[in-house]
């Protein structure tokens, strides 16, 4: 067995992300919208980079994870073709 703990492709060096209350006025970075202070909204690190997040609304974070669902199921059926011998 490999030691420590198992990677995830969500947890890369920019971290995870995060479901934060807004402190002050914010915009979700994707549809612009206003996040009202108290509201929830959720900061994600951008892929591929070391710094910098976005800031989602609910609606948008929704989206976000239905799409890496999808990219996740391309990778199941991947490892399902590999192991198949495809
Ligand atoms: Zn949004």
């Not at 976000?64 to 059926?77: S, W």
């Amino acid at each position: 067995m490999p030691k420590g703990k198992t990677p995830s492709l969500l947890n890369g060096n920019a971290g995870k992300p995060n479901k934060v209350v807004a402190g002050r006025k914010r915009e979700c970075t994707r549809c612009h919208c206003a996040i009202v202070k108290g509201e929830p909204c959720f900061e994600v690190p951008h892929p591929g980079f070391a710094q910098g997040r976005e800031t989602y609304c609910c609606d948008c974070f929704a989206k976000v994870l239905d799409q890496t669902t999808k990219d996740l199921d391309t990778h199941f059926a991947a490892l399902e073709e590999a192991r198949a011998g495809i």
